[in-house]
T-cell receptor, first 112, second 112 residues
Framework: EDQVTQSPEALRLQEGESSSLNCSYTVSGLRGLFWYRQDPGKGPEFLFTLYSAGEEKEKERLKATLTKKESFLHITAPKPEDSATYLC?????????????FGTGTRLTIIP | EAQVTQNPRYLITVTGKKLTVTCSQN?????MSWYRQDPGLGLRQIYY???????DKGDVPEGYKVSRKEKRNFPLILESPSPNQTSLYFC???????????FGPGTRLLVL
């Protein structure tokens, strides 16, 4: 069974304090790894897609990286507006149903 | 503006009273999907549709129905809601199966 595990569940950082969020996965036939941001009461907002080990993508203070077993979302010098829940999802093709399997997210709080 | 819309945003109902949650997208996407989000369980796929008149079960389809009569609309139907269907529901769409999914704002459902 495909599994996606995100850690930590929650993370509190001071403004400007850099850190990383982890997404580890056990899947058959990875076809892509997605990062989303979700604000309270809103739908997930797409951030990045990574397809192969070694790939990196950046957007403002966020940088996503991918290995064969996990992905990291690095946040550099975060600001309070970066506070949100960050979701990781993997695209798999197990059993003929290509779909996204989501982790439960990391709730990030940036303290001014 | 490209978007996925859902209605209603909030709904309180009683056990057994049929309800429909509408979903519409204006991006001409072929693939649409419904998810439910519960604390500690992440986003789980209920049903998906590859195109008009083509729908299939996701991971948690019991108690739900869908239809896809037009490309832009993908309503979720609960014929006899039960309290265990109390959840936050999201509709999503993408150009094709497995591609980046764009989410609606969510519908919070409470079944008494």
């Amino acid at each position: 069974e495909d599994q996606v595990t995100q850690s930590p569940e929650a993370l509190r950082l001071q403004e400007g304090e850099s850190s990383s969020l982890n997404c580890s996965y056990t899947v058959s036939g990875l076809r892509g790894l997605f990062w989303y941001r979700q604000d309270p009461g809103k739908g997930p907002e797409f951030l990045f897609t990574l397809y192969s080990a070694g790939e990196e993508k950046e957007k403002e203070r966020l940088k996503a990286t991918l290995t064969k077993k996990e992905s990291f979302l690095h946040i550099t010098a975060p600001k309070p507006e970066d506070s949100a829940t960050y979701l990781c999802a993997v695209r798999t093709a197990g059993g003929g149903n290509e779909k996204l399997t989501f982790g439960t997210g990391t709730r990030l709080t940036i303290i001014p | 503006e490209a978007q996925v819309t859902q209605n209603p945003r909030y709904l309180i109902t009683v056990t057994g009273k049929k309800l429909t949650v509408t979903c519409s997208q204006n991006m001409n996407h072929e693939y649409m999907s419904w998810y439910r989000q519960d604390p500690g369980l992440g986003l789980r796929q209920i049903y998906y549709s590859m195109n008009v008149e083509v729908t299939d079960k996701g991971d948690v389809p019991e108690g739900y129905k869908v239809s896809r009569k037009e490309k832009r609309n993908f309503p979720l139907i609960l014929e006899s809601p039960s309290p265990n269907q109390t959840s936050l529901y999201f509709c999503a769409s993408s150009f094709a199966r497995g591609e980046t999914q764009y989410f609606g704002p969510g519908t919070r459902l409470l079944v008494l």
